[in-house]
């Protein structure tokens, strides 16, 4: 089992720069993928961003060139950078691991989320 906790959520002006953190409770090197997600108000929970265990991100494309995704595996922490914030990024956002335990074992984590609120 992995237990996730975000943190760094926050009220920010747009333009603004906000770091979440997702912190494991066992090691994040060898989980292959993990990933950012977040849901607003009245909309579906939705992809941002994704790293996997190879180092491989990948990024939704309201986001490409403003948010950056990361890992410290001494940490066992994920990272999301979220730079030139809009009012459109307001949202909870979740972290998610997806762990392999076999060819037909796998597994979805989540943590709680955490709010993020850009104004105007």
């Known amino acids: 089992q992995v237990q996730l906790v975000e943190s760094g959520g926050g009220l920010v002006q747009a333009g603004g720069s906000l770091r979440l953190s997702c912190g494991a409770s066992?090691?994040?090197?060898?989980?292959?993928?993990m990933g950012w997600y977040r849901q607003a108000p009245g909309k579906q929970r939705e992809l941002v961003a994704t790293?996997?265990?190879?180092?491989?991100?990948n990024y939704v494309d309201s986001v490409k060139g403003r948010f950056t995704i990361s890992r410290d595996n001494a940490k066992n922490t994920m990272y999301l950078q979220m730079n030139s914030l809009k009012v459109e990024d307001t949202a909870v956002y979740y972290c998610?691991?997806?762990?392999?335990?076999?060819?037909?074992?796998?597994?979805?984590?989540w943590g709680q989320g955490t709010q993020v609120t850009v104004s105007s």
């Open positions: 998610k691991a997806e762990v392999v335990y076999s060819r037909t074992i796998r597994r979805d984590y």
């Open positions: 066992r090691s994040i090197s060898s989980i292959d993928r």
């Open positions: 790293s996997t265990s190879g180092d491989s991100t």
